[in-house]
């Protein structure tokens, strides 16, 4: 049943900022608070508070990362069949997981319409997206930062864990984010010469910049020697249903 009458109820007025307004939302998903007011108010942003979300490259990300995450536990609790469905791909990523501005938006466009730039999900990640909408086009970010890809959760069990992200510390966040999940996700066989490493760095490939973006990713997260030059092999991904998967 979706939170409209939850047991706990806030006694404040959703803060008016849009960013605390996705923050706000996404906390009270994990709270298992309502979530009413919060969908309601995002719903009703204008389009010059939005413009003001994406002429800050910090702002954006924390902003659209949380809505996302927030939009993917509402979707799992109020139409768990859409995940469970063996047409998952079109009919989870599809459906209207959170209103924003009152479009309507899927995760697949809040993820590769904006906060990817306007880049296709097919493709390896080297191929722009062909249908966007003029939503998008208004407020993409300007380029793709991979880091996303940990901060992003769709709700199988290989996601990262989900966390709420904060304008003035989004950087530090998404580091720390990047860096506990490939500490968990990475295997390096020196001996062998190969690193296995997850699907997403197959998936979107070309958001990291090629295998030798990879590899200098995974460097400068830490997971690998400065002098490592190994193969690439990319880990199978569980798509076990794993709603609630928050960050301690």
């Known amino acids: 049943m979706p939170r409209t009458t939850a047991r706990c109820q806030p006694s404040d007025p959703p803060d008016e900022s849009p960013t605390a307004l996705a923050r706000d939302l996404l906390v009270a998903c994990k709270r298992d608070d309502a979530t009413d007011q919060y969908r309601s108010a995002l719903a009703e942003l204008t389009d010059d508070e939005l413009r003001r979300v994406g002429a800050d490259r910090e702002t954006a990300l924390a902003f659209w990362l949380n809505c996302y995450n927030a939009g993917t536990q509402l979707l799992l609790e109020e139409r768990p069949g859409l995940y469970e469905s063996p ?18 938006l899927p995760l697949d466009r809040i993820e590769n319409g904006i906060l990817r730039g306007g880049r296709s999900k097919y493709g390896l990640g080297y191929l722009p997206k062909l249908y966007v909408t003029s939503f998008e086009r208004r407020y993409r970010l300007d380029g793709c930062d991979p880091r996303i890809h940990f901060g992003l959760n769709c709700g ?25 999940y490939l500490d968990s996700e990475v295997e390096y066989d020196s001996d062998a010469g190969v690193v296995s490493v997850p699907r997403v760095f197959l998936w979107f490939r070309g958001d990291f910049g090629g295998r030798s973006g990879i590899r200098s990713f995974l460097r400068s997260s830490g997971v690998l020697p400065e002098d490592a030059q190994p193969k690439i092999r990319y880990r199978s991904w569980d798509w076990s249903k794993a709603a609630g998967k928050y960050a301690e």
Do not use: K, M, W
């Open 87 to 104: 047409l998952r791909f079109v009919r989870f990523f599809h459906a209207p997981a959170v209103t924003v501005g009152d479009v309507s």
């Open 156 to 180: 199988a069990e290989s996601c990262p864990a989900i966390r709420a992200y904060d304008p003035n510390r989004i950087d530090a966040q998404l580091d720390r984010a990047t860096r506990h």
